[in-house]
């Protein structure tokens, strides 16, 4: 009878801070904008503000994601002042 490999953990975590939290800092430069790391990011929002934002990105011709994107780009922005 064979032994069955150990089992790994689905989601070790690492172990240490840096590696934890990836920036943009951490990635190298050959990683495209595109493929940069993303973070989830969930709110509660009541129906009728979801309506509002589903046909305001709508008629703006954008997906609500890119929309909140780039609103949380203006009213959050970088360290120097420019948003991402």
């Known amino acids: 009878m064979s032994r069955r490999p150990a089992k790994r953990a689905f989601a070790a975590r690492p172990s240490d801070a840096d590696t934890w939290v990836r920036t943009r800092e ?20 009541t129906p009728e503000q979801r309506a509002r934002i589903k046909v305001t990105a709508f008629r703006r011709g954008q997906t609500v994601a890119d929309m909140l994107r780039e609103l949380l780009a203006r009213e959050f922005p970088d360290q120097d002042g420019d948003p991402q």
């Open 26 to 45: 951490a990635l190298s430069s050959r990683e495209s904008e595109a493929s940069l790391f993303t973070a989830r990011l969930t709110i509660d929002v």
